[in-house]
């Protein structure tokens, strides 16, 4: 695949940037649930710590935890709560069958202050109108600062927890929109928390504008490590145009490629090693725009997929290799999926019930990326092994 031109992505991005402002806050907070029977619970905390933006955040622990599980942080994006995001993508569900920890940090809304005064400052300083992490300011953008430092922050309160005895090689890192960019962010800015991270209709780092990789490199600094990344992107996303996910993978290929031997030398190549079809046939959607709306409940985007009869969108997969050929990066194209969670609960919003299942493929990636793996080591060469 092709570097995305500079000028292009922030064409894209303006106008994505535009439909984000536009959108209305048609969505109300939910109120926290319980996922499962038992000792499972759901609960808000709070983070608050000198200097750095105070912010709630949803902990889900499951019935049953085995010691040194994982810990997944989950980014919700705009005009979505972290509830929202919990229901819509299944995060819990998952968590029940398989044993682990998921912590969703929410955004301060400022409209949500009784105080005139206080709602005013928020809107100047800190949080944002229609909840979206601000990624596309300098001062969210760095290591030991704003919103990352936050996320971070929580992440490692949740991680330090004796009741929960979690495996500090297994912590993930995966968000939507808003929060897709800002797990791009976070991978550049705590390489060393996060062992590998999912980005769903997002960009790289710094706000989508760097497809060399070379300010996530920078930004890494002495924490820099081979970073694995899963990212999703849907064709006729209305809002995250598809370039954007192309963006996110060059970056991310780029920064890879730099930290392997501190050069910028296509060591990683820009090519796929390996390019997969899944139920795939590009005619379905010849001339089909965004037109119809098959999703029920409280949607925003329209759902595609139900006008042909889908349980899973076509779906490609481009893998990704390092320098000794083992896999580093899978791009999922997910054609005809609109600006949606695909495979989620429709209860929650901006989400498709049509597949694939985009929360157990990045737990099934996370799981086979922990920090120190034997890619990470070069223990192997898996071009030769």
Known sequence: MNAVHPLKVLRYLTVALAALLLAGCNDSSSSTSSSAAGS???????????????????????SSLPANAPLVVYLHGCNQTAT???????????????GFVVVYPEQKNPNNEEDPAEQTNGHLSDGNGINCWNWFRPEHQSRDSGE??????????VLNRSDLNLDEDRVFLSGMSAGGIMASTMGATYPDLYAAIAV??????????????????????????????????????????????????????????WIDNDQLDNSVARTPAETVHIGFDES???????EGDTCVRNQNSPC???????????????????????????????????????GGNPEGNFVDPIGPDITRASYNFFLA?????????????????
């Not at 481009?318 to 999926?337: M, N």
């Open 369 to 385: 990326n922990p920090k120190g793996s034997v890619f990470e080591r070069g223990a192997i060469n898996c071009a030769t092994d």
């Open 40 to 62: 499972a619970s759901f609960r808000q905390l709070r983070f608050a710590e000198s200097g750095l933006p105070e912010r709630d955040y949803y902990l889900y622990v499951p």
């Open 148 to 157: 990352p430092a936050t996320i971070a922050g929580i992440t490692r309160a």
């Open 200 to 257: 769903v209709a997002g960009c790289g780092y710094p706000a989508c504008g760097d497809t060399t990789g070379t300010a996530a490199y920078q930004a890494m600094a002495t924490q820099a490590r081979r970073l694995p990344v899963i990212l999703f992107h849907g064709t006729a996303d209305e809002i995250a145009p598809i370039a954007m996910g192309e963006d996110a993978l060059q970056q991310w290929l780029g920064s890879n490629d």
């Open 284 to 290: 379905l959607f010849a001339g089909v725009g965004n």
């Open 84 to 98: 929202q995001a919990a229901i819509g993508t299944r995060w819990n569900e998952l968590a029940e069958q398989q």
């Open 304 to 342: 595609l997929g139900g006008l042909f009869g889908f349980e899973s969108y076509p779906t490609t997969i481009e893998r990704y290799t390092d320098a000794r050929g083992c896999p580093l990066i899978d791009f999922w194209i997910i054609h005809g999926l609109t600006h949606n969670y695909p």
